[in-house]
């Protein structure tokens, strides 16, 4: 016999382990399934995702089921850790489904060195301190030497990383593993205002502050031995996990069109539950902007996290010259985008909305390049910089579970507020330095308001999305040092 | 002249942080609203009047006027590094804003760190009046950090 879990007015049924579904009812247009342990959901019953699920599945054209990741917690309209596919000719694209950091994402690189090269506290401190010159963090810094002309800013916009490689900043290897291999095609640069243009040229090449990082981590174990040496991954290895998104630019064009499709769902008549849950027609003039411009701002955060791979390779080769960092795969974790798949029998075209969840393709899937077809799609998932992050891929089933879509990380339990009552900086860099962590900041606050215990274990989060069937972990990695804007 | 109180709370949000303001007139709300949204992250008494900047908003509700006004503010510290002290409204009608600001140039080591505010969002916004009091004009606002 199934379970049941009532959480508030809410009654879940379990319909496969960590699945639990809320049938449609009222307004609702779809059911959703909440992708958790019993626990994970009973702990966000104090904020307002489950509310924030049910509008969702409310709009125009959305398809049943729409998920909830384990990582779930309230975000603005939608939740975040939240998927929803919409029908093409019936369904809606919405900026809030996506976020205001378009394209945030992860990517891992791999390299050709073990944990023994990098155990002298000397040495990590000195390359810490080197990747934090070389990185720009926080608001609005920049290198000098990245002045890309109007001409390639433009390129970048519409080629992404494609256009970083040509400028001299990766290799073409690099790009068959980033998610659409480095560049959404049809991003439109000319449906984006002069101020979102303005807020990126100045802030190419910027990790950003926050949540984002620079981490540099060992292997610690090797879950699933066969796909782990296919990502070419091994136990002590050392890797290199870069978080960041599209800066200004994004959250511009993410401004812009919320506006904008403010007045389309007054225009076709879209009723709806909060504003941030603002949408427009796939097809209609309104809509067609905002994917052009919201695939624009994608290939910058391509090129954004380009540009610190780039960097961090400099870097890297001045310690350790015979190093090699191989991209192992770059995953959007804030995005709408049209995919083709088998639903129910027939094969379908769904504008699928990922906010805070992460694309996590099947093995033999077309998309996905000829080394990683065998396996299955990598899924990068950041944790929190003082316990561990891991390297999970997309099982069998998982287009039909969820739309190929898994977690995107920890999810927060405490506000920054919150966090800042518990701890001090210094008292969590100084945590962290005992248990063999070096971290820098060019804020203040961010260690604190960053620190393990204001994330959910993120070990949890991965384990119930593996319960789920939606993926699988390879790999479970730890932090060396930490590099936080 | 002594310094003009604004009234104001920080909100708590799990992922995010808000502020919730009253002020005597919705003129008002405005202006103190982008000075919290400073306050936030540099107390006013630390920012000196030496410089300023003019901008123009328009919108097509009283919401969407705050909300671009505040993401104009926002952008000032963005692209110029600018935080304002003191504002005047040479024009103001519910529907467009035009404004000088007062303030100066952020220097990170007298003023401190200042964390990254994406965007002021429409999220649980509220705007409205209280049937009496003072400080009856009030807003809810919410910031994705």
Known sequence: MSSTLTIKDFVLKEITPDIWRFEKTGEML????????????????????????????????VIDPVLTMPDIHQGYGFPIGGVAAFDLDTGVISPGGVGYDINCGVRLLTTNLEHNNLNDNKLIKQLLGDLFDAIPTGVGSQRKDLKPTPFQFENILVNGAQELVRMGMGTTGDLQSIEKSGAFTEARPDFLSPRAL????????????????LEVQFVDQIFDKKTGVAFGLSKGQIVVMIHTGSRGLGYQVCQDALEDCLSASE??????????????????????????????AANFAFANRQCITHWTREVFKKYFPQSELTLLYDVCHNIAQIEQMTWKGSMKKFCIHRKGATRAYPPHHTELPEYLRPWGQPVIIPGDMGRCSYVLCGNKGSLKLSFGSACHGAGRVLSRHQAKKKSTDRAVEKQLAEHGIFVKSSGKNTLVAEMSEAYKDVSAVVQSTARAGIAHSVARLKPILVIKG | MPERIISYQSLDHKADMGFHLQAPSLERLYIDSALALTDLSVKLERINSIDKHDVLVEADSKESLLIKWLNEVLFLFERHKFLPKRIVFTRFDGKSIKATLIGETYDPIRHGHVSEVKAVTHHQLEMGTLPKGENNFYAKVFLDV
């Open chain 1, 30 to 61: 779809a059911g959703i399934h909440f992708v958790g342990s019993a626990d994970i959901l009973k702990a966000i019953s104090d904020d307002k995702s489950f509310e924030q699920a049910i509008h969702v599945a409310s709009l125009p054209g």
């Open chain 1, 267 to 296: 225009k076709y008549g879209i009723q709806l539950s909060d504003p941030e849950l603002a949408s427009a027609p796939i097809g209609s003039a309104e809509g067609i902007r905002y994917l052009g411009a919201m695939r624009a």
């Open chain 1, 198 to 213: 303005e807020r990126g040229h100045f802030q190419l090449g910027n990790l950003g502050s926050g949540n984002h990082f």
